[in-house]
T-cell receptor, first 114, second 116 residues
């Protein structure tokens, strides 16, 4: 069964460093998302991506964040200068199309900023 | 704006007990409603969904009915097992097709612990 994969599973970084979180969505899916979950809190939407551009982004997704689909299979989230409060679990999701309304989630990357 | 409210946890039950996790939502029109489950150390998995009023979603013995009149989508299971221990998230996607591809709005999650 096709699945969304994410690497790494756990990333530890120093405050101020850049990190790139990687995701491989399900093949042939058209919509891609990043969500995050700070420990013990709700899952929050960060950004959606369609047709090689950002469709929607939340207030959390400021200038420190960027997304890219560099090669038609990977979908990346970059944080340019990490802050302590960026420590969270980051989930990637993909959806075949708006007609399906079902998003498939990856296992997540736990980001720890020290 | 859109929002989802879930009962706070943790909910602790004995095996074979009846489970209800309450979920209510605020949204205009008829959103699509979902329950996701997160097992320890894993990502989010879709458990069930309903896309219109009075629809019942069901999977693995879990059920939830889309109630427009009470704006609710309560999760139920007749007999829980230890393996059902997880965090359960209620979520919605607003109605209509948007260029954003319909982002999910989640509740805070309810942790379920099932003991022998």
């Amino acid at each position: 069964e096709p699945e969304v994969t994410q690497t790494p599973s756990h990333q530890v970084t120093q405050m101020g460093q850049e990190v790139i979180l990687r995701c491989v969505p399900i093949s042939n899916h058209l919509y891609f998302y990043w969500y995050r979950q700070i420990l013990g809190q709700k899952v929050e939407f960060l950004v959606s991506f369609y047709n090689n551009e950002i469709s929607e982004k939340s207030e959390i997704f400021d200038d420190q964040f960027s997304v890219e689909r560099p090669d038609g299979s990977n979908f990346t989230l970059k944080i340019r200068s990490t802050k302590l409060e960026d420590s969270a679990m980051y989930f990637c999701a993909s959806m075949a199309g708006v007609w399906s309304n079902e998003q498939f989630f990856g296992p997540g990357t736990r980001l720890t900023v020290l | 704006g859109n929002s989802v409210t879930q009962m706070e946890g943790p909910v602790t039950l004995s095996e074979e007990a009846f489970l209800t996790i309450n979920c209510t939502y605020t949204a205009t029109g008829y959103p699509s409603l979902f329950w996701y489950v997160q097992y320890p150390g894993e990502g989010l998995q879709l458990l069930l969904k309903a896309t219109k009023a009075d629809d019942k979603g069901s999977n693995k013995g879990f059920e939830a009915t889309y109630r427009k009149e009470t704006t609710s989508f309560h999760l139920e299971k007749g007999s829980v097992q230890v393996s059902d221990s997880a965090v359960y998230f209620c979520a919605l996607i607003p109605p209509g097709i948007t260029g954003g591809g319909n982002k999910l709005t989640f509740g805070t999650g309810t942790q379920l612990k099932v003991e022998l």
